[in-house]
């Protein structure tokens, strides 16, 4: 018997493309009108565990709540907003965290820092850290550093993947 072998298709992409793509895609499902983030764990051996973005806590209705930026810190979203990493480590149900990796599209502040690293995540890829330098940023490195916790920035490969949805 002549079996012909055919190549494997060489364009596919690589699974921090892949779970970065995830991350993104989980953001759109924010309703927040300012900033859309999404997370997604990842266990050692690439299997997706879990998806988080950001907007408010189950059974509060997000159309009852602040969305603003500014003004009085109670009619702000900032003490209702819960932050996709800390959803994502919410959403679990498979017990524990220890190893795994998370993808983020914005870099942690230090309250989803702590999060990740008492849940057992070990590595953090982020793809952009627009508050670089803020006290909330720089805490948030420290406490990784502190805790061994690997953070990178994703490389943006510039692949374009067109979903119609």
């Known amino acids: 018997m002549n079996v ?7 364009d596919y992409i ?44 189950n059974g509060v209705s997000d159309d009852e709540f602040p969305w603003a930026r500014e003004g009085d ?19 679990y149900r498979g017990g524990s965290l220890d190893g795994t990796k998370l993808y983020v599209s914005l870099f942690p ?18 793809a952009d850290d627009k508050y670089d330098g803020t006290p909330a940023n720089t805490a948030a490195k420290r406490l990784f550093n502190a805790a061994g916790v690997r953070y990178y920035k994703y490389q943006r490969s510039g692949k374009k993947i067109v979903i119609e949805l």
Request: include cysteine; proline fraction near 6%; hydrophobic fraction near 35%.
């Open 14 to 57: 690589s699974w921090d493309e892949y779970f970065m793509g995830v991350s993104i895609l989980s953001a759109q499902r924010s309703k927040d009108p300012s900033t859309q983030v999404g997370a997604c764990i990842v266990s050692p051996d690439n299997k997706i565990l879990s998806m988080g973005y950001n907007g408010f806590p």
């Open 4 to 10: 012909k072998m055919v190549p494997k298709r060489s």
């Open 73 to 91: 810190e109670l009619d702000t979203k900032y003490p209702y907003v819960t932050h996709s990493e800390l959803n994502a480590i919410l959403n």
């Open 109 to 126: 502040c230090n309250e989803c820092a702590k999060a990740i690293i008492q849940a057992g995540i070990r590595t953090v890829v982020y």
